[in-house]
């Protein structure tokens, strides 16, 4: 099995355990709610040193099932610009980014306002990956897999309408570059995210 699919089939594992304790909670009107959200990437590298944070935005699909009052499920497939900058040089690598995150709320059902929590892993496929105007994705390897943790809140806007505002930190698990030397430390994106979604129950 190459590292693509065990990483792949550990996030859709994760999923299944999830998706297996709604059985175990009450399940209330609205307990689907899905909808558009976009928001900025802070993204980095850990090595090289002198690599800097490029800024870049992401937008997609934002969609959470809701287990019971107090916990839930969120699965986003997002566009998601990220890289980092050496110099006035910079290198942009966009993936699709699916997250798969369990959320704790806070607060009583049926209330405004939900602060919530957040963790869970995280899947990238790369789609391209270009630096002064060349491309070099045949360089950069073509699945990301890591994980993530973040703090937010739920805003019912009106009747089966919410804003979501996210606050994520997203950490790379596998090298980006292909056939690295094994003299060279490997490099591993690092990621801070604001996003706010919209999004609608059912």
């Known amino acids: 099995?190459?590292?693509?699919?065990?990483?792949?089939?550990?996030?859709?594992?994760?999923?299944?355990?999830?998706?297996?304790?709604?059985?175990?909670?009450?399940?209330?009107r609205n307990n689907f709610s899905i909808g558009p959200r976009a928001g900025v990437n802070f993204s980095n590298v850990n090595h090289p040193d002198e690599?800097?944070?490029?800024?870049?935005?992401?937008?997609?699909?934002?969609?959470?099932?809701?287990?019971?009052?107090?916990s839930g499920i969120t699965v986003d497939v997002l566009y998601s610009g990220e890289g980092f900058k050496i110099g006035k040089e910079e290198m942009n690598?966009?993936?699709?980014?699916?997250?798969?995150?369990?959320?704790?709320?806070?607060?009583?059902?049926?209330?405004?306002?939900?602060?919530?929590?957040f963790a869970g892993p995280q899947a990238g496929f790369l789609?391209?990956?270009?630096?002064?105007?060349?491309?070099?994705?045949?360089?950069?390897?073509?699945?990301?897999?890591?994980?993530?943790?973040?703090?937010?809140?739920?805003?019912?806007?009106r009747d089966r309408m919410w804003l979501n505002t996210d606050l994520r930190s997203f950490f790379d698990l596998t090298d980006t570059q292909k056939n690295r030397p094994s003299s060279v430390d490997k490099s591993f994106i690092r990621n801070i995210q604001f996003s706010v979604g919209v999004a609608w129950g059912f």
Do not use: H
Not at 6 to 16: D, E, G, H, V
Not at 59 to 64: F, K, N
Not at 93 to 117: A, C, D, H, T
Not at 136 to 148: R, T, V
């Open 127 to 157: 789609l391209s990956a270009k630096a002064g105007g060349m491309d070099f994705k045949n360089e950069i390897k073509n699945f990301a897999f890591g994980i993530g943790a973040g703090v937010g809140f739920n805003y019912q806007l």
């Open 93 to 117: 690598l966009n993936y699709l980014r699916i997250p798969v995150l369990y959320n704790v709320f806070f607060g009583q059902l049926g209330e405004s306002f939900r602060p919530k929590v």
């Open 51 to 70: 690599a800097k944070v490029l800024t870049g935005f992401l937008a997609g699909v934002t969609s959470t099932y809701s287990i019971n009052e107090s």
């Open 1 to 28: 099995m190459n590292i693509m699919k065990y990483y792949t089939a550990w996030i859709f594992t994760f999923l299944f355990l999830c998706i297996g304790s709604f059985s175990y909670g009450q399940l209330t």
